[in-house]
Nanobody
């Protein structure tokens, strides 16, 4: 298991930028992929962006492609989600997750450690 602590959520206006961070501990960071998922009120949790252990493979949901960027800093055991040009439909609780393997997957069930979530609210 990996302990994950997220930070960086908040209330912003449409068009603004926000950066989320997730610091991990408990396992060597090179042994697992990491991802960001989100869950809006009344909706199911959905994939946002994922990165393989070395950043060599990254995948983004179509809804955020070109606006969001996932990155990892192994020296800090941290994964980031840079969110630009935010839209009201990006409003959700954002969760970071550590995968079972080093390989990126867009499927939530392939992630076995989850952070507590951080709220992102985008006003129009």
């Amino acid at each position: 298991q990996v302990l994950l602590v997220e930070s960086g959520g908040g209330l912003v206006q449409a068009g603004d930028s926000l950066s989320l961070s997730c610091t991990s501990s408990g396992r060597t960071a090179t042994t697992y992929a990491m991802g960001w998922f989100r869950q809006a009120l009344g909706k199911e949790r959905e994939f946002v962006a994922v990165s393989s252990w070395n950043g060599g493979a990254k995948y983004y949901a179509d809804s955020v492609k070109g606006r969001f960027t996932i990155s990892r800093d192994h020296a800090k055991n941290t994964v980031y989600l840079q969110m630009n040009s935010l839209k009201p439909e990006d409003t959700a609780v954002y969760y970071c997750a550590a995968g079972e393997t080093p390989y990126a997957s867009t499927v939530a069930t392939r992630y076995n450690s989850w952070g507590q979530g951080t709220q992102v609210t985008v006003s129009s």
